[in-house]
């Protein structure tokens, strides 16, 4: 069984190989790979690699940098909250200040 990590590694490796204007093969794999690879995983990996779209290539990401863009949306999410939260914050404060003022003119009269 082939661990979708380990193909994902691969994967990431032919995308490497392939910005740096080669093609990924077997050899260039192994090469680059910190990790000894079994060569099952690699043929799947570059049998995959060969499939993919060049969309579908440059959507391939390093788990980390994956988590950085979810981070960066996520905290955008927020920031627009935070924005939208503060807008209601003046607004019943305005409302706050005009019931203040109509109770003492009430009171006075």
């Known amino acids: 069984m082939i661990l979708a990590m380990d193909l994902t ?3 990431l490796l032919c995308k490497q190989i392939k910005e ?7 050899g260039l794999i192994k090469a680059k790979s910190s990790q000894v690879l079994p060569i099952p995983l690699i ?4 049998k995959r690699f060969k499939e993919m779209s060049p969309a579908e290539i ?3 990401r390093t788990p980390n940098t994956q988590q950085a863009q979810n981070l960066i949306t996520e905290s955008k999410s927020e920031n627009e909250r935070i924005v939208e ?5 003046v607004e019943i404060k305005s409302e ?7 109770l003492k003119a009430s009171s006075h009269r």
Do not use: F, H, Y
């Open 96 to 102: 706050l200040k005009e019931m203040r003022t109509l």
């Open 58 to 60: 440059d959507e391939l």
């Open 20 to 26: 740096s204007g080669k093609t990924p093969s077997m």
């Open 43 to 46: 043929v799947s990996g570059l």
């Open 9 to 11: 590694s691969v994967l």
């Open 85 to 89: 939260l503060e807008r209601e914050i």
